[in-house]
């Protein structure tokens, strides 16, 4: 009498384990967006602005640096379509990655101080709309960062996977210098 052997469990195929990869590396960025956004409604917020010199108020030192960092988002959107071939340029210029990583940096860096602002000033705030969506881009915008830094790290992930959320990253700050930067310069006017 022959016994049946147990069924053998089929290795992971390679296209879930990137899934799940992926997921988790999302789980993560969604887990910073939620911890951001209780903090900030939760805490009470001290209305204290944050403010740097050169600036006439905190208000115009987050537009501002919002506005810068929203132009190097339009430079990362540009050489990210260059080095991925969707904009054709003959004889891609060697520092064109360079300027894409360095572009990068300096626009997260510029959303820093506003980020703390918003977080211990103000708050998530949800009594107007146009407040609503910025706070919850703010989270989004974060979150979907840290998921972009962790998907650069990884080897392996789906192709689509590294543009998709760069593309929440961008839309993310362009949602937050709509609803802020520029909300800003066209209700109390265009000034340092």
Not at 44 to 56: C, H, K, L, M, R
């Amino acid at each position: 009498m022959t016994t049946a052997e147990p069924p053998t469990q089929a290795a992971p195929s390679r296209p879930s384990t990137q899934m799940g990869a992926l997921l988790a590396l999302i789980a993560v960025g969604v887990g910073v967006a939620v911890i951001l956004g209780l903090y900030g409604a939760l805490h009470d917020p001290t209305g204290q602005a944050v403010n740097i010199g050169g600036f006439s108020s905190g208000l115009y030192a987050k537009a501002w640096l919002t506005t810068g960092a929203f132009v190097l988002a339009l430079v990362q959107i540009t050489t990210a379509l260059i080095m991925f071939g969707k904009i054709k340029v003959a004889n891609q210029p060697p520092w064109i990655g360079t300027l894409h990583r360095w572009s990068g940096r300096i626009a997260v860096l510029l959303t820093v101080p506003v980020a703390v602002h918003c977080l211990y000033a103000l708050g998530f705030q949800t009594a107007q709309p146009r407040v609503l969506f910025h706070s919850l881009f703010g989270c989004i915008f974060y979150g979907a960062f840290v998921t972009k830094m962790l998907v650069l790290s990884r080897k392996g992930l789906p192709g689509w996977a590294l543009p998709v959320i760069g593309g929440v990253v961008f839309t993310a700050l362009v949602g937050l210098w709509f609803s802020a930067g520029l909300w800003v310069f066209t209700t109390q006017g265009f000034k340092i």
